[in-house]
């Protein structure tokens, strides 16, 4: 008669083995890097991340004013639009923009756009994730 154990230890090897394929097959995690003038990216359900790395100068010419000659005048006028709804959704673009450029530059993001896959494998060019994504299975299965 088995023991508690054998059958426990007999059990997660049967349920290892059922389900490490199917995890092995599907991305843990899904980055798409890419820029506003580009066209849009088709089949989107199984990104994690989006980065737009075009944004900063956009967000930047949105917070930019003519310099009305005095420096008071110039400090008020930067302060009210800095804390402005505009002003705030604008330095959060900022924000979001440098993260961007940071995290493509810590991974080698040579081209846009790029599906980055489990922060491993990247296809450059393909406007369709589920294409990209399609890519990388078959470079997987292959290794």
Same mark, same amino acid.
């Given at each position: 008669m088995p023991t508690n154990k054998r059958v426990g230890g007999i059990a997660l090897t049967v349920l290892m083995a059922l389900v490490l394929p199917v995890e092995a097959a599907e &991305?843990? =995690?899904?980055?798409?890097? =890419? /820029? $506003?003038?580009? &066209? &849009? +990216?088709q089949h989107t359900e199984q990104v994690d991340r989006l980065f737009v790395l075009? /944004?900063? $100068?956009? /967000? +930047?010419?949105k917070l930019s004013f003519a310099n009305p000659g005095n420096? /008071?005048?110039a400090k008020q006028r930067a302060l009210a639009l800095i804390q402005s709804r505009d002003g705030q959704a604008m330095t959060a673009r900022l924000r979001l923009s440098a993260e961007a450029i940071a995290v493509a530059w810590q991974h080698g993001i040579a081209q846009l756009p790029?599906? +980055?896959? $489990?922060? %491993?494998?990247?296809?450059y060019g393909v406007y369709d994730v589920?294409?990209? +994504? =399609? %890519?990388?299975a078959g470079y997987r299965d292959a290794q």
């Open positions: &991305p843990a =995690t899904v980055w798409v890097f =890419t /820029a $506003d003038p580009l &066209p &849009p +990216l075009d /944004a900063v $100068d956009s /967000a +930047l010419k420096e /008071a005048q790029a599906v +980055l896959v $489990d922060e %491993r494998y990247v296809v589920e294409s990209a +994504l =399609t %890519r990388i």
